[in-house]
Every structure is written in C-alpha cells, then in structure tokens.
C-alpha cells in the first residue's frame, strides 16, 4: 500500500542488510546488550505474534524461554493480522496488555 511503485521500495529492500550475521557486525553489541537485560526481566511478559508473521516469530520461541518474566504467561497468537500487529489488532493488543499482571 505505501508503494505506489518499485521506485519506492528501494529503502524497505535495504532491511535485511542492517540484520547483524554474527558478534562482530556492529548491531550486534545492542542486541547481546538489549538480551543481557531481557534475560534479567522478571515482570509479566508475554508474547503475540500474527498467525501471518513471516519475519519475526522465529523470536517466539527464544523470547518465551530466555525471559523469566515469559514464564507462565498465556502467549497469543493473533489471527488475521500482519506483521505489524499494532496497526493490524490494536484493540487485541490493549486487551493483552492490560491483561497482564
């Protein structure tokens, strides 16, 4: 929808570049730091991912095992919603998180 042609995609097709391959990439000490606290993170946390989710939901697992505060929490999976669930299921998405105690 927001490219009215392939002139367009140029910035989206650039994605995949920025994902670090390996430690020595230079995202890669965010992510190792951004992992480091997540592992620490005792408060609720659960997950939801679209039944349609082709680019993250390889992350469901690992987030629900390596976060202690995804233990025992009722993880979701979305119907009929994209990757982008906040502007596809913003409602389920409120229900979700206020639901979490």
Known sequence: APFPDESYRAGPRQFPCIV????????????????????QFTKPFVTAFSDHEDV?????PLFQQRIPGAADQDHVTV????????????????????GLT
């Open 79 to 98: 119907a009929n919603a994209g990757h982008f669930l906040q502007e596809h299921a913003p409602a389920e998405l409120v229900e979700l998180i206020l």
């Open 56 to 60: 993250t939901r390889f992350f469901e």
């Open 20 to 39: 670090p391959l390996d430690d020595a990439d230079p995202p890669a000490s965010m992510l190792l730091d951004a992992w480091a606290g997540l592992e």
